[in-house]
Structures are given as structure tokens and as C-alpha cells.
């Protein structure tokens, strides 16, 4: 028996309905092996792998990407957009006040909504948004001495 085949990019990128170009290509996997990447970063990763590509260019395949769930948009106030490959889960974030590092850590509880709202309004409510915010430990570490 073989284990099940993971699909390739340009495979997901149809099953998400996608057209399949050589930038979508490029920037999806620039997402996936970077962590939490602004549109800048994400730019420059993709051209290095295809040439010259307009920053709206990202722009528009990374609002596509977003829509079909293939990448997540992050939004730490004070920050730019920031974007992730680690999708489908429901994870949060740790940011740091000082050096702006963002790193995933996996909700206590496990399921959405992990939070419940003290009134919902009359919204039903699918998902909870959760950062928190402190110090990272090299942060830390360089303000107590």
C-alpha cells in the first residue's frame, strides 16, 4: 500500500478553482515557506523564483488566494497585512510589542468559535479572532539588562 500522494501546488490551486500561473504558483509556495509575510517581503520572494512581478499583481493573486482559503490574512494593529500558509485550523497569534514578531500558537480550546461573546446581537458567530500581545524572549531578555 503507498501512502496518499500530496498534491502539488498548481493541483490545489485548481481544486480551489483557480487558474494556475507561474506568479500564483511562486506566491503560494513564498507564503507557505515564510511564516507571517507583508506584501513586501512576499513581492521580492516571488520575484526571485519568476522575474519581475507588479506589486499589484501580489496584490490581486493574494486577495484570490485569501477568498479560496489558501492563505490567511493577518492584521496586528500597527502592522501591515501579514500573511500565513497555516490555514484550516484554529489557531491564534503572539505578537511582539517591541520587534513585531508574530508566531502561531494553537487555541486552548481547539474548535470555532472559541470564544462566546458576552451578547452576540443576533450574529451567528463562526469564529473568534485572538492576539496576544507581550514580549518576545529575545525582547525580554535585552530590557531587563
Same mark, same amino acid.
Given at each position: 500500500?503507498?501512502?496518499?500522494?500530496?498534491?502539488?501546488?498548481?493541483?490545489?490551486?485548481? &481544486?480551489?478553482?483557480?487558474?494556475?500561473? *507561474?506568479?500564483?504558483?511562486?506566491?503560494?509556495?513564498?507564503?507557505?515557506?515564510?511564516? =507571517?509575510?507583508?506584501?513586501?517581503?512576499?513581492?521580492? &520572494?516571488?520575484?526571485?523564483?519568476?522575474? $519581475?512581478?507588479?506589486?499589484? *499583481?501580489?496584490?490581486?493573486?493574494?486577495?484570490?488566494?485569501? *477568498?479560496?482559503?489558501?492563505?490567511?490574512?493577518?492584521?496586528?494593529?500597527?502592522?501591515?497585512?501579514?500573511?500565513? &500558509?497555516?490555514?484550516?485550523?484554529? $489557531?491564534? =497569534?503572539?505578537?511582539?510589542?517591541?520587534?513585531?514578531?508574530?508566531?502561531?500558537?494553537?487555541?486552548?480550546? &481547539? $474548535?470555532?468559535?472559541?470564544?462566546?461573546?458576552?451578547?452576540? $446581537?443576533?450574529?451567528?458567530?463562526?469564529? *473568534?479572532?485572538?492576539?496576544?500581545?507581550?514580549?518576545?524572549?529575545?525582547?525580554?531578555?535585552?530590557?531587563?539588562?
Amino acid at each position: 500500500m503507498t501512502a496518499p500522494r500530496t498534491p502539488t501546488t498548481a493541483e490545489e490551486l485548481r &481544486g480551489a478553482g483557480l487558474r494556475v500561473t *507561474a506568479a500564483r504558483v511562486a506566491l503560494l509556495e513564498t507564503v507557505r515557506g515564510g511564516g =507571517h509575510l507583508d506584501v513586501e517581503a512576499l513581492a521580492s &520572494g516571488v520575484r526571485d523564483r519568476v522575474g $519581475h512581478i507588479s506589486l499589484q *499583481a501580489v496584490y490581486e493573486a493574494l486577495h484570490a488566494l485569501t *477568498a479560496a482559503g489558501l492563505v490567511r490574512r493577518i492584521e496586528p494593529p500597527g502592522s501591515p497585512a501579514l500573511f500565513e &500558509g497555516r490555514v484550516g485550523d484554529n $489557531h491564534h =497569534h503572539l505578537v511582539c510589542r517591541s520587534c513585531g514578531s508574530v508566531i502561531d500558537v494553537d487555541c486552548a480550546v &481547539g $474548535h470555532a468559535p472559541c470564544l462566546i461573546a458576552s451578547d452576540d $446581537h443576533g450574529f451567528s458567530i463562526d469564529e *473568534a479572532e485572538v492576539i496576544y500581545w507581550g514580549l518576545c524572549p529575545a525582547c525580554s531578555t535585552a530590557r531587563s539588562s
